[in-house]
């Protein structure tokens, strides 16, 4: 059950449907556990963080990207580090906490290097960029 809520949250956030993505969050976690796959953890805290940014609770959303990045660095899961600083990092840019956002950023680029993917590079690219328009760092 837990995996099927996952996807249709993800659904449900897709589609901006925010009730009803909030309703399948509370029934995947009732089903939580920490012994499903760490895929489907770190899937399911990148999902629930999302719609967290979506309800501007930041503070929620920050645990739910540090959850996914604790779990992806237990299992040494390059790809999902990689995803889960830069969301964290926009969290904290979104909370103007712009040197710590630089900081996670600047983290990522060593999992990203690792990586080898270009699309992985112009992401980060893009966070960077995003991050110092909004800091006013760079006009």
């Known amino acids: 059950m837990f995996i099927?809520?996952?996807?249709l949250l993800q659904s449900y956030i897709f589609l901006q449907d925010i009730k009803n993505a909030k309703i399948t969050r509370n029934n995947a976690l009732i089903n939580y556990s920490t012994t499903y796959p760490p895929t489907k953890?770190?899937?399911?805290h990148l999902i629930s963080?999302?719609?967290n940014m979506n309800l501007r609770e930041l503070g929620e959303a920050n645990n739910?990207?540090?959850?996914s990045l604790r779990i992806a660095e237990e299992n040494q899961m390059n790809f999902s580090i990689v995803q889960s600083k830069m969301q964290l990092s926009?969290?904290?840019?979104?909370?103007?906490?712009?040197?710590?956002?630089?900081r996670i950023l600047k983290s990522s680029e060593v999992e990203v290097n690792k990586t080898?993917?270009?699309?992985?590079?112009l992401i980060l690219?893009?966070?960077?960029?995003?991050?110092?328009?909004?800091?006013?760092?760079?006009?």
């Not at 926009?90 to 630089?102: C, D, N, P, T, Y």
Request: aromatic share 14%.
């Open 49 to 51: 963080g999302i719609l």
């Open 125 to 139: 690219l893009e966070n960077y960029a995003r991050l110092y328009m909004e800091w006013g760092k760079y006009k």
């Open 64 to 67: 739910d990207f540090n959850s």
């Open 116 to 121: 080898n993917e270009i699309n992985q590079k």
């Open 41 to 44: 953890l770190i899937a399911y």
């Open 90 to 102: 926009r969290v904290l840019a979104l909370q103007k906490k712009f040197s710590e956002a630089e």
């Open 4 to 7: 099927a809520n996952v996807a």
